[in-house]
């Protein structure tokens, strides 16, 4: 393509190119216009021109709403309308939904592909805290030589609950860590009535300033400490940097030495291939409300490899367990008695066997609606495009600024294209952040930051485009050089780092 890149008719060509362009037809992408208003009125975005859209490059934080996502839960509401209890059971030939009863199993199966497991393998319930714990519940049995869990020492604050006020490791000025996956571990470890001081292991940067954790510097770790550890917990995507783990080679790693190992995918479902049976993981948890579009808080999904669900009904017969200890609930006993109510639970075998409540029918009717478009596609194919938008983002990113000065900014995510996600976190100067972001805003442009100072820019393949992409990089180093330029005199505070301030609590949830 004899095309400069840094041209808008470089973007144009490359969405005529794209295979996956007609994905974005089947997402609500909201018009500054709606961004902007204090109401909810409804604007006709079928006729919305493309200067009007918002360049949204947050689905990292939220994806966008697929347009047959109101279609789909409206059917579910009219079925338990019109049908009540009997939804549970009978099928509609207007109806693209399962029963309530099995909506579980649909969703499962449709959700598998997309994280490279068996549907036996996969359960969507609960949240990914929950199953945080109901999964480690089962696989963290520490003793006492082997009681340590090896986690990422900037894990997202669900993992680890009830954050200790002494210094387990040194927090770099450059790096915001963030206390909710290590919250749901620490409280594990409280269970077990063990110290925390003496049992999590946190891997950290051997060079703080490049905020990653090589391959190499995981391995390491595993053998030091592999005599006294019982689990290893990881992030398959790093929620900060964007770093995409290499969770093949480190599950084969941790395997060898005995040890179980499992994955927090939330920034890695729907965002890059996984191959979880093949690649032997133990067990993993995720939710769905980023990459996979479910909507806020929507209902979260765990794997379990097959070699772990097994049921072994000679076992009981004897009166042996015969099945992985877990915590039991009645969604996860046999189907064929579910509804008997016996005093004895047998689990389903497979990820299955691991529910404890009935999942929100709603709740899986949203996913299910995002899960239809995957469907339509594949990860490699998703893939093959995040990798090339993502690159294409961060040419534009490292051209030289325009007056002749430095870039006020640099890429912390990792520059081989495959060792990252879709997702760009780029580090601004200090002072910056608060009066890029308003300058984002307001001229329609969606994105997160973390403080102090890192803005995350994450192109999804399946609704962002090529022409999103280069509209976003040409404002944001207008707003670079225009806020540098008044950097003494303050900026107005954005929407979105506003709602990082403790009192809203929006810095955990994004």
Not at 58 to 67: D, E, I
Not at 71 to 87: C, D, M, N, P, Y
Not at 250 to 274: C, F, P, Q, R
Request: charged share 25%.
């Amino acid at each position: 393509m004899d095309i400069d890149v840094n041209s808008r008719e470089y973007a144009d060509e490359r969405d005529r190119q794209d295979p996956l362009r007609h994905f974005r037809d089947e997402f609500l992408i909201p018009t500054k216009a709606d961004l902007k208003s204090r109401t909810l009125a409804t604007y006709p975005q079928q006729n919305a021109k493309a200067e009007e859209s918002s360049i949204y490059l947050c689905g990292n934080s939220l994806g966008l709403q697929p347009r047959q996502t109101s279609e789909r839960i409206q059917s579910h509401l009219t079925t338990w309308a019109k049908k009540g209890v009997f939804g549970h059971f009978v099928e509609h030939e207007d109806s693209a939904l399962p029963p309530f009863l099995h909506v579980d199993d649909v969703a499962a199966e449709k959700m598998a592909p997309v994280v490279g497991a068996l549907k036996s393998e996969v359960a969507v319930m609960e949240t990914l805290t929950a199953n945080i714990h109901l999964l480690m519940s089962s696989f963290y049995q520490p003793t006492k030589e082997k009681f340590r869990i090896i986690m990422e020492g900037k894990a997202f604050p669900s993992d680890r609950v009830g954050q200790f006020q002494f210094s387990l490791y040194q927090i770099s000025s450059s790096i915001h860590p963030s206390p909710p996956q290590q919250y749901a571990v620490e409280s594990q470890i409280r269970q077990h009535g063990l110290d925390l001081k003496d049992s999590i292991i946190l891997l950290e940067p051997i060079e703080p300033s490049t905020s990653i954790v090589s391959t190499s510097q995981v391995l390491a770790t595993i053998d030091k400490y592999a005599s006294s550890t019982a689990l290893v917990w990881l992030p398959g995507v790093q929620y900060y940097t964007g770093q995409y783990w290499d969770i093949k080679t480190i599950t084969a790693y941790a395997h060898s030495k005995g040890l179980l190992i499992g994955w927090d995918l939330a920034h890695a479902a729907g965002n890059v291939e996984l191959e979880l049976h093949d690649w032997n993981v133990d067990f993993a948890a995720w939710c769905s409300y980023k990459y996979l579009n479910s909507g806020p808080g929507g209902i979260g999904a765990l794997f379990v490899h097959e070699k772990h669900g097994k049921v072994d009904m000679e076992a009981i017969d004897q009166g042996k367990e015969g099945y992985r200890p877990r915590l039991s609930g009645w969604w996860g006993g046999d189907k064929a008695s579910r509804f008997s109510m016996g005093n004895n639970f047998l689990p389903i075998p497979g990820a299955a066997g691991f529910q404890v409540g009935n999942p929100s029918a709603l709740a899986l009717t949203a996913v299910l609606a995002s899960l239809e478009i995957f469907a339509k596609t594949d990860m490699k194919a998703i893939r093959i495009k995040s990798v090339d938008i993502t690159n294409y983002l961060e040419k534009l990113l490292l051209q030289p600024s325009g007056n002749g000065s430095s870039n006020p900014y640099r890429i912390i995510t990792p520059s081989n294209p495959w060792e990252r996600g879709a997702q760009l976190s780029v580090l601004l100067e200090e002072g910056l952040l608060d009066g890029v972001m308003a300058e984002l805003e307001d001229a329609g442009v969606v994105v997160d930051e973390r403080k102090p100072d890192v803005v995350r820019v994450a192109p999804a393949p399946l609704y962002n485009s090529y022409i999103d992409v280069w509209n976003f990089v040409r404002i944001f180093r207008e707003a670079c050089e225009k806020v540098k330029a008044k950097r003494d005199e303050g900026a107005s505070p954005s929407v979105m780092a506003n709602g990082g301030k403790e009192e809203k609590g929006w810095g955990l949830i994004k």
